[in-house]
Structure formats: C-alpha cells, structure tokens
C-alpha cells in the first residue's frame, strides 16, 4: 500500500524546480555568495549542476531538484566527477536544510 502523503510532503512536492532554485539563489547572494546559473543550456553539456557558488576559498556546485525527483545518470556522473576533484557538490530539495552549508 502507498504512503499517504501528508499537508507538508504534498505542499513540498508541489513547489517548482525553478522557483526554488530562485530562493536558493536569492539567499546565497544575501549571505555574500556570488552565483552563476546557466538560463539556457542548450547546446551545454549534459547533466552539468544547475548552480555554481563560489565565496572566499569555497567553490560549490548545486543540483537543485523537485522535491519527488531523482537525478539522472548525467547529473550523478557530473557530481561525482566534482566531488572527485575535491569540490564540494550538494542535491537540494525543497524542505531540506541546505541554508546551513551557505552560512
């Protein structure tokens, strides 16, 4: 039987690939981050993460996700590759405590 889902997971689920990134973006710039996100990627790599943050000595790249996504083999392949060359590489989805890794 399915997990019924409840007020909070169904609401979560529901807010856009796209305007959550906007918030995560908004807050890095707040808290002093410079940020780059490519608006068209045709023609781009596939599966290259949708966000690069760099602040001081920290260079970080993002893959911002709806809440009830998985990544594709692409992204997993990119991320994988960063963390590999010692970047830090996070997934973040809505309702998860990603402001704590900008601070």
């Given at each position: 039987?399915?997990?019924?889902?409840?007020?909070?997971?169904?609401?979560?689920?529901?807010?856009?690939?796209?305007?959550?990134?906007?918030?995560?973006?908004?807050?890095?710039?707040?808290?002093?981050?410079?940020?780059?996100?490519?608006?068209?990627?045709?023609?781009?790599?596939?599966?290259?993460?949708?966000?690069?943050?760099?602040?001081?000595?920290?260079?970080?790249?993002?893959?911002?996700?709806?809440?009830?996504?998985?990544?594709?083999?692409e992204q997993e392949k990119?991320?994988?590759?960063?963390?590999k060359a010692d970047a830090?590489?996070?997934?973040?989805?809505?309702?998860?405590?990603?402001?704590?890794?900008?601070?």
């Amino acid at each position: 039987m399915a997990k019924r889902l409840d007020d909070r997971e169904r609401a979560l689920r529901a807010i856009p690939e796209k305007e959550f990134m906007a918030g995560v973006k908004r807050a890095a710039r707040d808290l002093g981050w410079l940020t780059y996100h490519n608006l068209d990627a045709r023609g781009s790599d596939a599966g290259f993460p949708d966000m690069v943050l760099v602040r001081r000595e920290r260079l970080v790249f993002v893959e911002c996700k709806r809440r009830n996504t998985k990544l594709r083999p692409e992204q997993e392949k990119w991320l994988e590759a960063l963390s590999k060359a010692d970047a830090e590489t996070y997934v973040w989805r809505p309702g998860d405590e990603w402001a704590q890794y900008l601070a």
